[in-house]
Structure formats: structure tokens, C-alpha cells
């Protein structure tokens, strides 16, 4: 998975580089602000994002406003990084559109777990777009029949929106996705084919 | 050694640093970059020739009275210096940045010298200065 890194501060960055790539993770960086929002207003953009607090250019919090500005069906995931921890300076971190914070110095292994954490609702996210797109493509090709349908009472066919009358199954046919196949029911096998009538596996071929 | 902190400032001294030998907690680093010790010679030289430049920056936005360029620097170099272990070093620029929080920039450049002095020293316990005996563990 991809990872965008802002940071600042060379040393802090080159660790989160080398650390996160011996993790498997693809990384990008960038070492300010506008930089970061630029790389994520791309068409490949990372899914996870960890943002420095204190950049120039643009502060992490407000990087994180503006990528929250971006209306996307899989908005990434952000993780600011921050010497800050007091509960005022977490409280508007998140309420910018953070999803998790990491205070400096990081714990390496606060670190990853809050990495899979990012990954996990990335993930999640993407399956449910996915699940969501399928749906919506399968209503696209589903008709639905509904309402009051003028029904001959003897033989049994609709009066469609022309005036004219049509047959039940070609009525069918014609306003949605369901097919025909043709079998003889018990009733009319009797009626119509009494000399079959006695022979079970006659009964229901299509 | 006896200078107490500064409850008001939480100035921590340069002689309580060594006493609590938090120039530089080599064992903290190398957890970070999970035991990989080239990865910490490579953190430790970037930092040595990154942390200059942010000191000069510093110094220059206190000769301007920058007053947000003082506290993002003193930030920056609070972090950096943490995520190394330089935990004496990251002390003292967070107590800078908390009195450029406040507007107290004449008191941010009188610890200018504490902080060259502090940066000679986490050198040294870095194995990486003029004066190794200080350090606890040679990079």
C-alpha cells in the first residue's frame, strides 16, 4: 500500500522512509505543506497519509482541511504526527479531518499497529465502493414491474401502454429481465394430453 | 548539577541533562528503527548535518522577530531531537517553543547559548563530537 509521509525535519522523515519500506509499504514524501496537498490532489494519490503537525507551506491541520475539501468515495486516511498532545491540539487535529494521531517521539510499534489500523479501513472502504458500484450496475439492468396492470379476465392478456393487448409472457418479457421457458402444468397436461396424462415423467419438460 | 528547573519556564540544566544522562538514549533510537544499526548510522549523520541548518534557521527568525518562524523551528527541533533520543536537546527547544507560545522571544534567545551548548554535548554522547567521554555508547 502506498503511504505519503510530510514531514519537515529530515531526520524524523528518513526514519518513517526506512521504517515503513522495510514494512512493505510503498512510500512517498514530501517535506512541506503545499506539497502535500498537491500530491494528493493527484489521480493515484496514497490512501494513507501521515502528516506532520508543524510544516511550512501549510500546517498539517490545515493539509488535512484541504484534503477533506476533496469529495471522493475513498477519502484516505490520515494520521497526524505531532509533538503536540495536548487534548486541545488533538481535539482540532481530528476535527480537521485526522483520523488518528501519533505523538512524537513515535513508538515503533504504536506506530505500525496504527498503521494496520489505516489499512483495515482503507480496505473496508474499498470493499464496500466495490459492493456499492456492483449493486448499483445490477439496478441498472433490473425493470421492475409495478402498479395496476389491466388483465384480461379469460384470456389472460395485458393491455399495454399502447392500447393494445399482448400476451402475459411477452408483456413480461418486454418490461423487465425475466425469460420464459415453456413447461404443461398437471391441469392442462389432463386437458390437453389426457393420454399422456398418466405418465409422471412426461410431467413439467420445458 | 544543583541548578534546580525552572518550574515556570520547566527549563531543564545542561548539568541536570548529563547528571540524567539524557543527552542521548542510544537504546531509545535503535528500538525506533527496530534494532537496525546502519539505519542508525544513517539517522544519526542526517540528523549531525540537518540540525545546523534548523539552528541557524532558528537564529535567524529570532534576529527578525519572527515570532511563528521561532516556534516552528524550536518545534521542529524539538521533534527531531526526540525521535533521535536527544532527549535533553528536545527538552530544552520544547521550553523554547513554549515561551514563543506566550511572546517571551527575549527569553527564547537568551537559552541560544544553551542550546549550542546542549547540541556540543548530544554530539559528543552521539560518539560523533570533540568530547566522546560524555557518551554513553559509541554510535
Redesign the interface.
Known amino acids: 500500500m502506498k503511504v505519503l509521509i510530510a514531514e ?5 522523515r ?2 518513517l522512509i ?2 515503513l519500506g ?1 514494512w512493505g509499504y510503498e512510500v512517498a514524501a514530501v517535506n512541506r505543506g503545499d506539497e502535500a496537498v498537491s500530491c494528493m490532489a493527484a489521480s493515484d494519490a496514497p490512501k494513507l497519509v501521515i502528516l ?1 503537525r ?1 510544516m ?1 507551506g501549510l500546517e498539517g491541520v490545515d493539509v488535512c482541511r484541504a484534503i477533506r475539501s476533496v469529495e471522493t468515495q475513498e477519502p484516505p486516511y490520515v494520521i497526524l504526527l505531532t ?1 503536540q498532545k495536548d487534548a486541545k491540539s488533538v481535539v482540532e487535529g481530528l476535527e480537521a479531518g485526522a483520523n488518528d494521531y501519533i505523538a ?5 510499534g504504536e506506530l505500525r499497529a496504527r498503521l494496520k489500523v489505516g489499512q483495515r479501513v482503507i480496505e473496508l472502504q474499498a470493499a464496500l465502493v466495490k459492493q456499492v458500484r456492483e449493486l448499483q450496475q445490477a439496478l441498472a439492468h433490473i425493470k421492475v414491474l409495478q402498479g395496476i396492470l389491466p388483465i384480461c379476465m379469460y384470456c389472460h392478456k395485458i393491455r399495454s401502454d399502447e392500447q393494445s393487448w399482448q400476451r402475459i409472457e411477452r408483456y413480461i418479457a418486454a418490461h423487465s429481465d425475466a425469460q420464459f421457458s415453456h413447461a404443461i402444468c398437471p391441469d392442462c397436461l389432463a386437458k390437453h394430453h389426457p393420454e399422456l396424462a398418466d405418465e409422471p415423467s412426461s410431467r413439467g419438460t420445458g | 548539577m544543583n541548578e534546580p528547573k525552572n518550574e515556570a519556564t520547566g527549563r531543564i540544566p545542561v548539568a541536570a541533562c548529563a547528571a540524567e544522562g539524557a543527552f542521548f538514549d542510544r537504546e531509545a533510537l535503535l528500538e525506533r528503527v527496530m534494532r537496525d544499526d546502519g539505519l542508525v548510522r544513517l539517522v544519526l549523520s542526517t540528523f549531525v548535518a540537518d540540525m545546523p541548518v534548523q539552528m541557524d534557521a532558528l537564529r535567524a527568525a529570532l534576529a527578525s522577530g519572527d515570532e511563528k518562524g521561532v516556534r516552528r523551528q524550536a518545534h521542529t527541533i524539538k521533534g527531531a531531537a526526540a525521535n533521535v533520543g536527544a532527549m535533553g536537546l528536545s527538552q530544552w527547544a520544547q521550553t523554547m517553543e513554549n515561551l514563543c507560545v506566550v511572546g517571551r522571544l527575549q527569553e527564547v534567545a537568551a537559552m541560544l547559548t544553551g542550546l549550542d551548548d546542549l547540541w556540543d554535548k548530544t554530539l559528543s554522547a552521539m560518539g560523533m563530537g570533540p568530547d566522546p567521554s560524555l557518551g554513553r555508547s559509541a554510535v
Open positions: 519537515d525535519d529530515a531526520t524524523t528518513l526514519m526506512q521504517v522495510q506532520d508543524g511550512p509533538g512524537k517521539p513515535y513508538d515503533v
